[in-house]
């Protein structure tokens, strides 16, 4: 059954943070048309702090349950963004794999200078310290850090090191190639790049999951209703915002190609220069809402790996909460994705929502059996009944009878 999406929800919506004026939170324009520029995400991102609360997102996602079931044991999530600083005591052990930096620079991708890259990992797999409430929602799966741009902005095109369309597309090959399961491009872009579109269509082929941001309405990217790339490619599981009460973020990019979405407003994570960083009431955006898409969909591969990656959007689909099941939003796709939900559905093809990549809906044509024949149910006190009224007949016919030779007149009478 599709759960609905909760009553409840804030008396108004959470303002969106502008975290990014390019790049961060999907937001990135064609090199050729202007180059990308990124503010660093503000809030709590002192050096050393440690928060202590429980984000909101985990419940409102279910983790407790959904873990019940699975962690993401044994599946690899490439991050392809700015590295991950793989010194986060939220990192310690193996949880960040050797990495690839497509950009030529280093051999290696387990640092980040910028600190986009390090936050979308936490939302992934941070694992837990001692006096901070950030875990993340796959805490078992390993994270393949593959960067694709070190910083945004002047210095960084003088320095060729900045964003461009050949680098997320030899982000999104080298994360298939090296075999994530789960592809997170939490990066997004105008311009409909061959390259990119090639690069996805072979993952998906490879049984890799694309999942990227719709973006981020930003002064460089003001058009919402303007596709981004590539979370408008097909096979992407493209991914929405949400504030708390599930109240969908209003400053993002929307389009008939959303498919679900996930908390991304005031939700704290790994910080590339500390340990915890809150972003804030005010900062919200679709790149962390896919860092939990990106962590339910690796839960969904760990317990169904045989599976394909249409069918592991549709489990997140089909259950994602929303008000109606039947409904399709621009903005949050099929709704909040549920992985309790997703991890116990049973595709059968009946699911009200999204079409199933493996079964056709069952036939709504008209009934040809024939029709019911109502009998009337059998009396226990029939056969009794009918065995007083042949005994009361027979005494009847034999007392008639004694009347009648009674009555008789006698044949020598006269």
Known sequence: MTPRWPARAPARLAAVGLLAAGLVGGSLLAPAAQAPAAAQPTGQCDEGILLPDRPWALDALGA???????????????????????????????????????????????????????????????????????????????????????????????????????????????????GAQIIAVAISQYTDDPGIASAVADATAAGSLVVASMGNVTEDAPTPERERFPAAYPGVLAVGSVAEGFVPVPDQHVGPHADVAAPGVAVPTTHHAGIDCDFGEEGGTTSWATGYAAAA?????????????????FRLTATASRLDPDTHDDTVGWGVVQPWAALTFVDDGTARGPDSPTHERPSEAPSTAPPAVIERPDDPLTRGREVTLWVVLGVGAVVVCAVLLTRRPSANRR
């Open 64 to 178: 407790d349950e959904a873990h019940e079931l699975a962690t993401g044991r044994g599946v690899t999530v490439a991050v392809v963004d700015s590295g991950v600083q793989a010194s986060n005591p939220h990192f310690a052990g193996d949880v960040v794999l050797p990495g690839i930096d497509v950009v030529g620079i280093a051999n290696d991708a387990r640092t980040d200078t910028f600190g986009h890259g390090t936050a979308v990992a936490g939302f992934i797999a941070a694992q837990g310290v001692d006096g901070s409430g950030v875990v993340g929602l796959a805490p078992q799966a390993r994270i393949l850090p593959v960067r694709v741009y070190y910083a945004t902005g002047d210095q960084a095109d003088r320095d060729g090191t900045q964003l461009t369309s050949a680098r997320i597309a030899a982000g999104i090959r080298a994360a298939a190639d090296a």
């Open 297 to 313: 969909a690796a839960l969904v591969a760990e317990r169904y790996p045989d599976e394909t990656p249409a069918q592991w959007t």
